[in-house]
């Protein structure tokens, strides 16, 4: 009876072992090139309405503080839950169900991206409150200089460094959970992080190639005044999204 339970065990473990998948980034962005360059004519469409919508918010007075902005928004939240059904041949592509089953790992994607940001504002007031005024206003000083920083090229890279650092937990592995959720799968970000579990350095390398090609555009269009970086970022954020749909069929089994 022992033996048959160790060998229970051996087959549980060896089964796990196997289970476990790692990422080939350049496999995933050529492979998502080349289905892009096969499908073109219906991704240069969903450039093409990328585009508009982008546009459109440049009309919006005041951008963000626009009421306007937020039904801007929920428009442009419901084109990329057709787009992950449409890439993924799920019918149908718009379905209300299933934009609304998003919203729980998108929400849980901005929730921790905005707490990380108020961590980092408030965190270091907290003491000042505390009664530690006399002990921690100088090291809270050396702080503010530090955040003033940031408007220069080191406090830039500095903080862009920290975002890529903890990438993997605040956006990739939630943003695969959001996939899952609009094909009718697991929604859960904690299995998200049990199915990429080992795949770290991976996302890490995939956020600092995607910041990357970004930033290089960014700065070619500043740089020379060419204001094109609207058409690339309507490109861009296409490739990316399939991207991560190839990064979503390495990970979750079943029906894509």
Not at 121 to 138: A, H, K
Not at 227 to 249: A, E, G, H, P
Request: net charge positive; proline share 3%.
């Amino acid at each position: 009876m022992p033996k048959k339970r160790n060998i229970l065990k051996k087959t549980t473990h060896k089964k796990a072992k196997t289970e476990r998948r790692e990422l080939s980034l350049s496999s995933s962005l050529i492979n998502s090139f080349k289905f892009m360059q096969k499908h073109k004519f219906t991704f240069l469409i969903w450039m093409f309405v990328n585009y508009l919508f982008l546009l459109v918010f440049t009309f919006i007075p005041n951008g963000w503080t626009n009421s306007l902005s937020i039904l801007w928004l929920v428009l442009y939240y419901i084109y990329w839950c057709t787009f992950v059904r449409h890439v993924q041949q799920h019918e149908p592509y718009f379905s209300i169900i299933r934009i609304i089953n998003g919203l729980i790992p998108a929400s849980k994607i901005m929730f921790l991206n905005i707490a990380l940001y108020i961590i980092f504002v408030v965190l270091p007031y907290i003491p000042l409150f505390m009664g530690f005024r006399d002990t921690y206003l100088e090291l809270f000083e050396e702080y503010m200089l530090f955040t003033e920083m940031h408007n220069g090229l080191t406090g830039k890279l500095l903080f862009y460094l920290l975002i890529l650092i903890i990438s993997p937990y605040t956006i990739t592995r939630p943003y695969l959970a959001w996939i899952s959720s609009l094909v009718g799968k697991s929604r859960s970000v904690l299995d998200a992080y049990k199915k990429t579990k080992g795949n770290y350095t991976q996302f890490v390398n995939c956020a600092i190639v995607m910041s990357a090609l970004f930033a290089l555009s960014y700065y070619i269009d500043t740089e020379f005044n060419m204001n094109t970086l609207i058409y690339v970022m309507s490109v861009f954020m296409v490739f990316f999204n399939v991207v991560f749909i190839k990064l979503y069929k390495c990970f979750y089994k079943g029906r894509y």
